[in-house]
């Protein structure tokens, strides 16, 4: 069974442009986390969707956003980059909505903001 | 707020010896805590899960227990091995938002 992946492994911008990463959870998982892990700040949780609809939100601002598609992959948008987004950003995926289930992650898409 | 605390940060220890990792949160209201590994640059693999009504879990060498009451897990790897150095996180599962909240980790260097 395939595990989570994540696209692209690693991406470039600039200061001020837009960055899309994209993950395809495990199949038949219907929720899909994002985490950010920057250098020295630990993982925080970013965004929680689960049948298309956002669940929960991290402390992050606005030009953090994202949606979940009909087949459950989902895609992260950081709008207005900045250098201190650079980090290496995770995605999970669970079967279900529940409080019980494990999170699977992915290996992570490394974004570095020049 | 949950705050998730691992210490040490760092360790390193000579091939053969047992690791032991501590891991502590502030807030007792949890559904699991869940142990993972990271290698640099790399993703999260889970190790080990343990369920709030749980004490302990054991996979292979590794185990690991809860003490929900007090906020405290321990990590323990028996006859460790160059393999095994890696950083450690641990991660407690909250009610509100069904989000995980992650220690700082702690980073193991086993010495052939």
């Known amino acids: 069974e395939a595990g989570v992946t994540q696209s692209p492994t690693h991406l470039i911008k600039t200061r001020g442009q837009q960055a899309t990463l994209r993950c395809s959870p495990i199949s038949g998982h219907t929720s899909v986390y994002w985490y950010q892990q920057a250098l020295g700040l630990g993982l925080q949780f970013l965004l929680w969707y689960d049948e298309g609809e956002e669940r929960n939100r991290g402390n992050f601002p606005p030009r953090f956003s994202g949606r979940q598609f009909p087949n459950y992959s989902s895609e992260l948008n950081v709008n207005a980059l900045e250098l201190e987004d650079s980090a290496l950003y995770l995605c999970a995926s669970s079967p279900r909505a529940s409080s019980w289930d494990t999170q699977y992650f992915g290996p992570g898409t490394r974004l570095t903001v020049l | 707020k949950q705050e998730v605390t691992q210490i040490p940060a760092a360790l390193s220890v000579p091939e053969g010896e047992n690791l032991v990792l501590n891991c502590s949160f502030t807030?007792?209201?949890?559904?699991?805590l869940q142990w993972f590994r990271q290698d640099p640059g790399k993703g999260l693999t889970s190790l080990l899960l343990?369920?709030?009504?749980?004490r302990e879990q054991t996979s292979g060498r590794l185990n690991a227990s809860l003490d929900k009451s007090s906020g405290r897990s321990t990590l323990y790897i028996a006859a460790s091995q160059p393999g095994d150095s890696a950083t450690y996180l641990c991660a407690v599962k909250e009610a509100a938002g069904n989000k995980l909240t992650f220690g700082g980790g702690t980073r193991v260097l086993v010495k052939p």
């Open positions: 343990i369920q709030s009504s749980q």
């Open positions: 807030d007792s209201a949890i559904y699991n």
